[in-house]
């Protein structure tokens, strides 16, 4: 077994999430990724080789979750503007603990946004273009974040060109990885059904 010599390495965390991601390039054209939060700690790795070196921002906006902030935030109001409108102690009593639950809920709502919400970089398999590899954007600083980006272009490119194999067994061993990390929980079954489709139909 080939002893393992690391390149580089890049810390993120998220506290809206709470979460931290580990990024570890080792050997030239591997990376480590190991991922903890408050649900689990994950960890897999990639050979960069089979990585398509052109990565796409992407901020998904989790709308459930903003109308639900919105909804609590009206409610809210709403409720606090009654009572200081009727001044009743009687109706103060009875309506402070819903005024108190909404606030809970919308922080709730408002945090599980945050959460649903990503900021990301993606990297997408060569062939089958499912996304492998999620950077939160621009963390822990703009600096060193690009600067690992460019050297995971660089190195995907060095290592797909050191790649002695033709295009047939490059497909084989993408299908290979990606049923691994299907397998190993990392991407979700619908995403290796619909790579797993454009591969088959680049094989044909």
Sequence with gaps: MNEKTPN???????HARGEKRVFEIYNHKFIKVNTNNI???QSYHLNL??????????RKIS???LLAVLYFSIATIAYTGYLFYFQESDKLERLLPFIIIFLLLGLSAFLMFLYQSPNVIE???RYGNCVVLSLLYNKP???TFNEFIEEIKLRSLSASQAVKIDKTQMLDIEMSELRRLRNEGMIAQHDYADAKARIIKINL
Excluded: T
């Excluded at 580089?8 to 998220?14: G, M």
């Excluded at 080789?49 to 992407?58: F, G, I, K, Y």
């Design 8 to 14: 580089s390495i890049l810390h993120q965390e998220s």
């Design 39 to 41: 649900i689990n700690e």
């Design 141 to 143: 600083d703009e600096k």
């Design 123 to 125: 990297f997408k398999s």
């Design 49 to 58: 080789s089979m990585l398509a070196p052109w990565p796409v921002r992407h």
């Design 63 to 65: 709308w459930q979750w």
